[in-house]
């Protein structure tokens, strides 16, 4: 099952703009993370979020967690074409269970 | 240090053919996942091991899918017999705890069912 599901599906911009995704999810969470996937490779992991915080940065990404309203996003600025990949939340919960979101697939356009 | 090695990198078989994926995770690592990722989709749980014991098989098909984790270490993920709809990508994981560390992550084992 996947616990999160990621807005939007599909995103496109030009290399040096912002890129932001989002995540949501349904029940009450320990942690947050995001991982990225390059196309036919595994994902890497690239922030974790505890659910007492509420922004952490992490070089050109920004995170945001609102436990209230079960959402969580990914800012990348000044994106690069290096930075097409998809994008994946995964919740850690009670019982120590891990689940992926539905994915944001991001192309930068040099 | 050696990342998450899964083998083999790609599989193609026949329907009702068996067919087994292994897993090496990283050396000390007792949380060891296997996921299903589907074209376009995000990775699907199918069984989560806390050293040899199966902690969550929920969502495991058990009438064709086994595992097993001999010692703690190397995994093995089995389907048998194999089905049209089994055509996945299968990525092992694995981490040092089950809560609040990354997960490291294998390059997946490609598997194409005609």
């Known amino acids: 099952s996947q616990q999160g599901e990621e807005d939007p599906q599909a995103l496109s911009i030009q290399e040096g703009e912002n890129a932001t995704m989002n995540c949501s999810y349904k029940t009450s969470i320990n942690n947050l993370q995001w991982y990225r996937q390059n196309s036919g490779r595994g994902l890497v992991h690239l922030i974790l979020i505890r659910s007492n915080e509420r922004e952490k940065h992490s070089g050109r990404l920004r995170v945001t967690l609102d436990t209230s309203k079960k959402s969580s996003s990914l800012l990348i600025t000044a994106s690069r074409a290096a930075d097409t990949a998809s994008y994946f939340c995964a919740t850690e919960s009670a019982g120590n269970q891990f689940y992926f979101g539905t994915g944001t697939s991001l192309t930068v356009i040099p | 240090e050696a990342g998450v090695v899964q083998s083999p990198r790609y599989k193609i078989i026949e329907k009702k053919q068996p067919v087994a994926f292994w897993c090496n995770p990283i050396s000390g690592h007792n949380t060891l996942y296997w996921y299903r990722q589907n074209l376009g989709q995000g990775p699907e749980l199918l069984i989560r091991?806390?050293?040899?014991?199966?902690?969550?098989d929920s969502q495991l098909p058990k009438d064709r899918f086994s595992a097993e984790r001999l010692k703690g270490v190397d995994s093995t993920l089995k389907i048998q017999p194999a089905e049209l709809g089994d055509s996945a990508v299968y990525l092992c994981?694995?981490?040092?705890?089950?809560?609040?560390?990354?997960?490291?992550f294998g390059q997946g084992t490609r598997l194409t069912v005609v």
């Open positions: 994981a694995s981490r040092p705890v089950p809560q609040g560390t990354e997960a490291f």
């Open positions: 091991y806390e050293n040899e014991e199966a902690v969550d």
